[in-house]
């Protein structure tokens, strides 16, 4: 090898971490598919009847921000916040590991996923209710 394949070798060496490096910086995080504002849809549930904010009467929306904090709104009035968390968790040999989101002060968690502006929470214990939201843009 010369020296100037070697200096290339090493060149190609030095930069394919690099490369690598922006690459997993440009990919979304967890937390980043969830920052932003979201209006509550639908929630279903196999031993309940649907509730929609027609059927409630209630406007619900939910934020997520930077900082891992969510707030929760109702009819456009602050209700409470927390902080939030999302992990991997795996369900077995063979299958894909799931988003979990958890919220501080909180026993319950939620296994989430965001496609496109929709966003699907499903509660991970007890009851499996399904919560449907949507994007809003601010």
Request: charged letters at 25%; a positive charge; hydrophobic letters at 35%.
């Amino acid at each position: 090898m010369t020296s100037s394949t070697r200096g290339l070798s090493a060149a190609l060496l030095l930069t394919i971490p690099l490369w690598g490096a922006c690459q997993r910086e440009s990919m979304p995080k967890p937390e980043e598919q969830l920052v932003g504002r979201w209006e509550w849809q639908r929630t279903a549930s196999p031993n309940s009847p649907e509730l929609t904010p027609a059927s409630t009467g209630h406007r619900v929306v939910v934020e997520f921000d930077r900082r891992g904090r969510a707030r929760f709104y109702e009819d456009d009035a602050f209700v409470s916040a927390t902080v939030f968390s999302v992990r991997n968790e795996r369900q077995g040999i063979g299958k894909p590991p799931r988003q979990v989101l958890m919220y501080r002060g909180y026993r319950g968690m939620q296994i989430y996923s965001v496609s496109g502006n929709t966003l699907q929470l499903i509660e991970a214990n007890g009851d499996p209710m399904e919560h449907n939201y949507i994007r809003v843009r601010q």
